[in-house]
């Protein structure tokens, strides 16, 4: 087995920025995507903020170059994809892209849902009504099918749905695929949009904050649900040398475990966290100090924050690395978290960049280490530790390293 | 066609029971089964698929958000209603702690859940790998596919000469591993996904692979689901095996995205006790290769290769 990963390629899209880098400004900037709903109907609008992409289908279909009427996922899906595949595409020669084993796998919890509501509506009052052209793409698969066309992608085309973690584990599953020698080239990640069935989901969960987030803050009330979409491209290191690619960064750990506990709360001392990073670490075989960052998964709800943070300490002991949740400016985006939170630790790594946990203002008294609250650039930073978890007690861990 | 649905009360205690979909009930049920029939308490992971995900809380949480204008909700259908729920509601009752995946991609959920596990065990022989596919129907999805023209009206059958095909559902899962047991029903040779329009050189290529010829297939269970759109084309591709005797086992299971799951428990037990369960009749000889050749809306196929031990 081939045991290098390299990233070669990435784009993102999220309510702070339309690709990487404008993300990546925003971040720097300390922007938040947080506000009240503009195309997301719901009677929720005045009392529940989100962190909506501010543009609407149509033109979310002409920035993907789709045709319209398709889930707002598939073109949040087509744009970052796109831009992660248009860096790889710029280093090589088309002919040598065509003779790749490629695959697309993506992370997707709702599929076409935004759509599916509109059809159940009318759906419930005639079930000889509705537009079925509102259904034919409900299925997560069906989201990643037609973005695999629009990329031309056809070796291995799937789908991944986890729920929170479902991204995270694109990624890996990428890796895993390439190191045994399955493909040559992976775009890997996931994308969410926002739709009023997460929205009431979370809602009636009592984990939704009505005013922005503030991960990791004692007096934190919930999350904000986001929506956006993050790939990567990831690729052996035979076609690295062989097209002499520049690689972003490499993957040098990952893992995914189960907390085993409930199925959507986490586990008091984060038993699935701590597995997941601790296998991660083993795999990239860094020790605890050697990581710079953690871009933890960070919701701003009370039981996440508590059990990741615990699970960090115990894991880390006295080398916990810069911590900090980056949803405090995305809002939790859901099965797209993982793919767009890669993409910002690429960004840590390439930039000497750690980001600041926004709105954090009281310190919780959980754990002893101190989440990090300033942007901090100029710090050598050459390895990165990306968590995300879900329902299910589904908890992934990734690990970005710098490519020297 | 509904699943046969086996008396969950020896399984699981009523309470957790009357929160639980059918979709998480089957899945949990099968998952029971199969760690018993392989005499093992907990497998190291889990990976499954489902191409429809839980349908009946999905719906749920829907209708009831729709019919109530977003107010007066409550969770319990709404975290139900993950795509990952069974796979999750297994580890969860067996404190299994290990890596768990779920894939979702329409009719090859439960072929990239099986090459995942086959990579694991390549990667680790020592790994018990629970795996399989989980698909529930609902009466409001059966209606909305319905619309599209997928199935046949209720007065045809499986045989009738007509388009569409014969809905169905099931939880079919197994526990794979790199070392043969004495409980061993089947060797898994290898499993690949076509996306290709020539099915019959992707057929020759694989068995190829696998160091086969034509001839070597005993058996092979055929996806062809009774549409008459398909059907032909489908027996058409496996035109090349002339020696191998046909089974339809979607005459069985209906058709539903991880209905190749089925025909995988099928396949187990042909090559095991050299008989098809669902007919009761013996075959006269006991196979040494199974295909299961599968299709969904003849837009994805697959080809999985069992070996009788």
């Not at chain 2, 209906?254 to 995988?264: I, L, M, N, Q």
């Amino acid at each position: 087995m081939n045991n290098k990963v390299w990233i070669c390629g990435m784009g993102a899209i999220s309510a702070i920025g339309d690709n990487a880098t404008e993300n990546f400004e925003s971040l720097l900037a300390g922007n938040s995507g947080v506000g009240k709903t503009t195309f997301l109907s719901t009677i929720h609008r005045d009392s529940l903020l989100v962190c909506e992409i501010k543009k609407s289908n149509e033109e979310l279909a002409g920035m993907a170059k789709m045709k319209p009427n398709l889930p707002r996922a598939a073109y949040l899906s087509a744009i970052a994809s796109e831009e992660a595949l248009t860096q790889l595409k710029q280093q090589i020669e088309e002919p040598a892209f065509e003779n790749l084993r490629v695959g697309f796998l993506s992370g997707n919890t709702i599929g076409g849902m935004d759509l599916s509501e509109n059809f159940y509506s009318d759906f419930l009052k005639d079930p000889s009504s509705g537009h079925l052209s509102d259904v034919v793409n409900h299925e997560c698969g069906a989201i990643t099918e037609l973005v695999a066309e629009k990329l031309n992608v056809k070796n291995y085309v799937a789908t991944l749905s986890t729920a929170c973690s479902s991204s995270a584990n694109a990624i890996m599953q990428g890796c895993r695929l390439i190191k045994h020698n399955k493909l040559d080239m992976v775009i890997a990640g996931g994308t969410d949009a926002l739709c009023r069935f997460t929205l009431n989901g979370f809602n009636t969960l009592m984990i939704v904050d009505s005013e922005p987030c503030k991960p990791f803050d004692a007096h934190r009330k919930g999350l904000n649900l986001g929506e956006g979409a993050g790939y990567v491209v990831l690729v052996s290191d035979a076609i690295k040398k062989q097209l002499n690619l520049k690689p972003i960064a490499a993957v040098s750990g990952y893992a995914n475990a189960n907390d085993a506990f409930h199925q959507t709360a986490s586990s008091a001392e984060g038993i699935g966290n701590f597995l997941a990073m601790e296998q991660a670490l083993q795999m990239s075989g860094l020790a605890p100090h050697q990581i710079d960052y953690i871009n933890a998964h960070g919701t701003g709800t009370a039981n996440n924050d508590s059990s990741e943070g615990i699970a960090i300490e115990r894991l880390f002991a006295d080398h916990v690395p810069l911590v900090s949740s980056t949803k405090a400016n995305t809002g939790h985006t859901l099965g797209a978290c993982g793919g767009i939170e890669a993409v910002y630790c690429c960004l840590s790594l390439q930039h000497n960049t750690v980001y600041p946990s926004l709105r954090l203002t009281t310190p919780m008294n959980d754990f002893s280490f101190e989440v990090n609250t300033k942007l901090i650039q100029g710090k050598e930073i050459h390895h990165v530790m990306s968590n995300s978890f879900g329902f299910g007690g589904n908890c992934s861990s990734l690990i970005f390293s710098k490519t020297t | 066609m509904l699943a046969i649905e086996p008396d969950y009360k020896n399984l699981l205690p009523p309470i957790q029971l009357r929160r639980m979909s059918k979709v998480v009930k089957m899945g949990i049920a099968a998952a029971k089964n199969a760690l018993l029939d392989a005499e093992i308490s907990s497998p190291d992971i889990i990976i499954t698929g489902t191409g429809y995900g839980c349908l009946a809380d999905t719906e749920a949480f829907l209708q009831k958000m729709i019919s109530q204008n977003e107010s007066l909700l409550t969770p319990t259908s709404f975290i139900q209603s993950t795509h990952n729920t069974v796979s999750g509601q297994i580890a969860l009752l067996l404190t299994c702690h290990g890596h768990n995946f779920t894939y979702v991609q329409r009719g090859l959920s439960f072929e990239f859940a099986l090459q995942e596990s086959m990579l694991w065990l390549a990667e680790n022989e020592q790994l018990q790998v629970l795996t399989g596919g989980i698909d529930e129907m609902t009466n409001h999805t059966f209606d909305i596919i319905s619309r599209f023209g997928s199935y046949k009206n209720e007065n045809e059958t499986y045989d009738t000469d007509a388009k569409g095909s014969i809905a169905g559902e099931g939880a079919h899962l197994f526990v794979i591993s790199a070392q043969k047991t004495e409980r061993s029903y089947a060797e898994l040779v290898d499993l690949k996904i076509c996306h290709t329009e020539n099915i019959s050189s992707a057929l020759h290529e694989f068995l190829q692979q696998n160091s086969l010829s034509l001839e070597d297939i005993d058996y092979c269970l055929i996806g062809t689901n009774g549409d008459a759109r398909y059907d032909s084309i489908i027996r058409q591709n496996m035109n090349p095996l002339t020696h191998s005797t046909f089974i339809d086992f979607k005459k069985w299971s209906g058709e539903y995205p991880t209905a190749s799951s089925f025909a995988f428990a099928l396949a187990c037990n042909l090559c095991y006790t050299a008989s098809i369960p669902s007919d009761g009749k013996n075959k006269d000889h006991k196979p040494k290769n199974v295909l299961i050749y599968n299709h969904y809306k003849n837009q994805s196929h697959s080809f999985i290769l069992l070996r009788a031990l």
